[in-house]
């Protein structure tokens, strides 16, 4: 009888502490931590490209990399890049309510004047085009919501100062960042 009762507590011991392990592994290291999204509205009304991803580095946290790049000819070039670190406010896993800082660094190209002063009367004449790139800081806040473990909703935007010489080129010193995507959690 000591025997059974030994075998048995044995067996019980390691069920359970496989049990715990399972358990400890699930909440640590079974969540996914990375989404990807797109965002096909721009798409479709400016038409940009406008995609995101995101490293999920713990319940409430995540760093990303944002990108925004025109696809229309009648607009000026403009692409942007923006690295950004998020605070999650929700309850489920990198979920709900959420506020971000951003570091947008931007590439347009713009059309470039030269002033010619002659007897006080000024005129300006085409210089040419000129790539502009700055780097500038900003905040944002949003919201995603993860349906199913996979699907992923967010929507979002921000704004962001932009540091350089902008009167030198005819340029705005400020550059935001919206998202109304669709992706996937992996």
């Known amino acids: 009888m000591k025997k059974i009762f030994t075998i048995f507590t ?17 909440e640590s290291g079974s969540e996914r931590k990375n989404d990807i999204l797109a965002d096909p509205i721009l798409l479709i009304a400016v ?4 995609v995101s991803y995101e490293r999920l580095i713990s319940q409430n ?3 990303g990399v944002n990108a925004m790049i025109t696809l229309n000819d009648d607009v000026d070039d403009f692409r942007q890049v923006s690295p950004y670190f998020r605070y999650y406010l929700g309850r489920k ?22 002033e010619i002063n002659e007897n ?24 995603k919501w993860v349906i199913k473990d996979k699907l992923v909703i967010e929507a979002s935007g921000g704004i962001a100062r932009r540091f350089g010489d902008f009167n030198k080129y005819n340029t705005g010193g400020v ?7 669709i992706g996937y959690r992996f």
């Open 10 to 26: 044995i067996f019980t011991v390691l069920f359970s502490l496989r049990a715990q392990e399972r358990n400890s592994q699930q």
């Open 47 to 50: 038409p940009m490209i406008n």
């Open 61 to 63: 946290m995540g760093i």
């Open 93 to 114: 896993y990198a979920s709900g309510f959420f506020f971000e800082g951003f570091v947008p660094i931007t590439n347009s190209q713009t059309e470039v004047y030269t």
């Open 120 to 143: 006080n009367y000024y005129s300006y004449n085409y210089a040419g085009d000129q790539n502009i790139t700055t780097v500038g800081v900003g905040f944002g806040v949003g919201g």
């Open 175 to 181: 550059t935001g960042k919206i998202m109304a995507g």
